[in-house]
């Protein structure tokens, strides 16, 4: 499996932005999105199971502005965040379990495929 996520810049304070992670090989079923901030720990900000849009996961600080959801016909899992802040300035990456397995998990560890990595910066 490899990943390739793309979508970041540089945006303003309130402003919308879409990251995208193009699959190639075969697909998960649990794929999530984690970021990286300077000087700070990775951290869990959306994650998807299952081939529908059903089941989603959000951290804490983004729920209510991102969503995730994936396109099984373009092989790829967007991330879609809106109403931007200073504090989402980090590098994105795109994640997902091996492919047998169907159990969602918040924990970076637990992620065997992981994207190059987009860079998100929102100025005040």
């Known amino acids: 499996v490899q990943l390739q996520a793309s979508g970041g810049g540089l945006v303003q304070t309130g402003d919308s932005l879409r990251l995208s992670c193009a699959i190639s090989g075969r697909s998960s079923s649990v794929m999530a999105w984690f970021r990286r901030a300077l000087g700070k720990e990775r951290e869990f900000v959306a994650g998807?199971?299952?081939?529908?849009?059903?089941?989603?996961y959000y951290g804490d600080p983004v729920k209510g502005r991102f969503t995730i959801s994936r396109d099984n016909a373009k092989n790829t899992v967007y991330l879609h965040m809106n109403n931007l802040k200073p504090e989402d300035t980090a590098v994105y990456y795109c994640?997902?379990?091996?492919?047998?397995?169907?159990?969602?998990?918040?924990?970076?560890?637990?992620?065997?495929?992981w994207g190059q990595g987009t860079q998100v910066t929102v100025s005040s």
């Open positions: 994640a997902a379990r091996g492919s047998r397995i169907t159990v969602f998990s918040y924990s970076s560890r637990q992620y065997a495929h």
């Open positions: 998807i199971s299952g081939m529908s849009n059903e089941n989603t």
